[in-house]
C-alpha cells in the first residue's frame, strides 16, 4: 500500500457523512478502520461496529495496538461490537425496511445516552449471507441515505472486494457521497441517491433521481456555454492582446487582440509555451521567469519584460485569477499594454 496518513484523512468527518469503504486485503481494513474507530472515541461519539468475518477480539486489538486500550470504553457503552446479520438482516432475507428501522433505532439510542452522535460501521457482507443480491443491498443503503442530512451519524460501510462483484460495487459506489480506497478519501462524483424515497421500488425511485440528475447536468453544461461564449466576446472587445495560459505557462486561449499580436490563431498556436511564439527584448528567459513566479503563490513576480511592436515598447503584465471563494485558478493571464 502507498504511505499514507490515514488518520488525518478521516479527521474532519462531520455528521452526515456516509463514506463507502472498499477493501481487498487485512491490512487496508485494518488502516482505515483503526483511526475511523479512534477518531469517534475521542470526539465522544457512540461507535458501533457490526462485525461479520472479523473476529470482535481482532477489531480491539487495533485499537490496543494504536495505544488506546478499548476497555474502559466499552464498561461506559460508548464502545459496542455487535453481529451484524442478526441486527442488520434477522430474517432469512435481506430486510431493507428492517436493516433501516434497526440503524434508526441504533441513532435514538446513542441520542438518549448522551453521546455526540452515532459513528457506525458495518461489515456489508453480512447481507450477502441471507442471500441478499444486490437489489436488496441497494435498497437498504438507498433508505439508510434519509437518516443522514439531519442525524449526528457517520457511517463506513466496509465492503470487501473479495466478496462483491462488480454490479453490487458499482451500485454501492453509486449512494455512497464519499469513498476511502488505499489511495485515499476521495468525494464521490458518482454519487447519486435521491436524499429520501419517495416510491416503495428504492430502484424506481434511484432511476428517476438519476434522470433528473443528467437534465440538471445538461441545463448546467448549456449555461456554461453562454457563460463562455459572453466571456470571450468581453475579451475580443477589447483593445490589449490578452493571452490565457496554463501553470507550465502554455498557451489556452487568445483573444482577437492577442491572434494579431502573436500573427497566428490562437488555434494553431495551442499548447506552445508562451515564450516560443512571443518575443520580448530582454529574450525568452525574461518571459518564462515572468511565469514561473506568477506560478507560485505569494511570490513577487519579476519587473514586466518589454515587447517591441512596430508601435513601441509595451509591458507584458501576468495575473493570476481568483475563483469564488478565494481558490486560485490554475490558469495565468498575461496582458500587453
Not at 433521481?209 to 453544461?221: K, M, S, W
Given at each position: 500500500m502507498?504511505?499514507?496518513?490515514?488518520?488525518?484523512?478521516?479527521?474532519?468527518?462531520?455528521?452526515?457523512?456516509?463514506?463507502l469503504?472498499?477493501?481487498?486485503s487485512?491490512?487496508?481494513?485494518?488502516?482505515?478502520?483503526?483511526p475511523f474507530?479512534?477518531?469517534?472515541l475521542e470526539?465522544?461519539?457512540?461507535v458501533?461496529?457490526?462485525?461479520h468475518?472479523?473476529?470482535p477480539?481482532?477489531?480491539?486489538?487495533y485499537l490496543?495496538?494504536?495505544?488506546?486500550?478499548?476497555?474502559?470504553?466499552?464498561?461506559?457503552?460508548?464502545?459496542?461490537?455487535a453481529?451484524a446479520q442478526?441486527?442488520?438482516f434477522?430474517r432469512?432475507?435481506c430486510?431493507?425496511?428492517?436493516?433501516?428501522?434497526?440503524l434508526?433505532?441504533?441513532?435514538?439510542?446513542?441520542?438518549?445516552?448522551?453521546?455526540?452522535?452515532?459513528r457506525?460501521?458495518?461489515?456489508?457482507?453480512?447481507?450477502?449471507?441471507?442471500?441478499?443480491?444486490?437489489?436488496e443491498?441497494?435498497?437498504y443503503?438507498?433508505l439508510?441515505n434519509?437518516?443522514?442530512?439531519d442525524?449526528?451519524l457517520?457511517?463506513?460501510?466496509?465492503y470487501?472486494r473479495?466478496?462483491?462483484?462488480s454490479?453490487q460495487?458499482?451500485e454501492?459506489?453509486?449512494?455512497h457521497?464519499?469513498?476511502?480506497t488505499?489511495?485515499g478519501?476521495?468525494?464521490?462524483?458518482?454519487?447519486?441517491?435521491?436524499?429520501?424515497?419517495?416510491?416503495?421500488?428504492?430502484a424506481?425511485?434511484l432511476?428517476?433521481?438519476?434522470l433528473?440528475?443528467?437534465?440538471?447536468?445538461?441545463?448546467?453544461?448549456?449555461?456554461?456555454?453562454?457563460?463562455?461564449?459572453f466571456?470571450?466576446?468581453?475579451?475580443?472587445?477589447?483593445a490589449?492582446?490578452?493571452?490565457v495560459?496554463?501553470?507550465?505557462?502554455?498557451?489556452?486561449f487568445?483573444n482577437?487582440s492577442?491572434?494579431?499580436?502573436?500573427?497566428?490563431?490562437a488555434?494553431?498556436?495551442?499548447?506552445?509555451?508562451?515564450?516560443?511564439?512571443?518575443?520580448?527584448q530582454e529574450?525568452p528567459?525574461?518571459?518564462r521567469?515572468?511565469?514561473?513566479g506568477?506560478?507560485?503563490?505569494g511570490?513577487?513576480?519579476?519587473?514586466?519584460?518589454?515587447?517591441?511592436?512596430?508601435?513601441?515598447?509595451?509591458r507584458c503584465?501576468?495575473?493570476r485569477?481568483?475563483l469564488?471563494?478565494?481558490?486560485?485558478s490554475?490558469?495565468l493571464?498575461?496582458?500587453?499594454?
Amino acid at each position: 500500500m502507498p504511505h499514507l496518513d490515514y488518520a488525518a484523512e478521516l479527521a474532519d468527518l462531520r455528521p452526515g457523512d456516509h463514506v463507502l469503504c472498499l477493501h481487498e486485503s487485512e491490512a487496508e481494513h485494518r488502516a482505515w478502520l483503526t483511526p475511523f474507530l479512534r477518531g469517534g472515541l475521542e470526539r465522544g461519539e457512540k461507535v458501533l461496529y457490526l462485525y461479520h468475518e472479523h473476529d470482535p477480539g481482532l477489531i480491539l486489538d487495533y485499537l490496543r495496538q494504536a495505544g488506546l486500550p478499548p476497555e474502559g470504553f466499552l464498561a461506559r457503552g460508548q464502545l459496542e461490537l455487535a453481529e451484524a446479520q442478526p441486527l442488520l438482516f434477522p430474517r432469512e432475507i435481506c430486510d431493507p425496511q428492517v436493516a433501516t428501522r434497526t440503524l434508526r433505532q441504533a441513532l435514538n439510542r446513542a441520542m438518549d445516552e448522551g453521546w455526540g452522535g452515532l459513528r457506525l460501521t458495518a461489515e456489508m457482507a453480512a447481507g450477502l449471507n441471507q442471500g441478499a443480491a444486490g437489489g436488496e443491498l441497494l435498497g437498504y443503503e438507498c433508505l439508510s441515505n434519509a437518516l443522514f442530512p439531519d442525524h449526528l451519524l457517520i457511517a463506513l460501510c466496509q465492503y470487501d472486494r473479495r466478496r462483491f462483484d462488480s454490479a453490487q460495487l458499482l451500485e454501492a459506489l453509486a449512494l455512497h457521497s464519499e469513498v476511502v480506497t488505499p489511495t485515499g478519501r476521495h468525494d464521490n462524483f458518482y454519487f447519486s441517491a435521491p436524499p429520501y424515497l419517495t416510491r416503495s421500488e428504492p430502484a424506481e425511485s434511484l432511476l428517476q433521481h438519476r434522470l433528473e440528475r443528467l437534465e440538471r447536468r445538461t441545463a448546467q453544461a448549456r449555461t456554461l456555454d453562454e457563460d463562455l461564449e459572453f466571456a470571450t466576446a468581453v475579451l475580443d472587445a477589447m483593445a490589449a492582446p490578452v493571452l490565457v495560459l496554463d501553470a507550465s505557462g502554455r498557451l489556452v486561449f487568445a483573444n482577437i487582440s492577442g491572434e494579431q499580436l502573436l500573427g497566428e490563431p490562437a488555434e494553431k498556436l495551442r499548447g506552445r509555451l508562451v515564450w516560443e511564439v512571443l518575443e520580448v527584448q530582454e529574450g525568452p528567459g525574461a518571459l518564462r521567469d515572468l511565469v514561473r513566479g506568477g506560478t507560485e503563490e505569494g511570490s513577487t513576480p519579476p519587473a514586466p519584460p518589454e515587447l517591441l511592436t512596430q508601435n513601441g515598447r509595451r509591458r507584458c503584465y501576468l495575473t493570476r485569477p481568483h475563483l469564488p471563494g478565494g481558490r486560485a485558478s490554475g490558469h495565468l493571464v498575461l496582458t500587453v499594454v
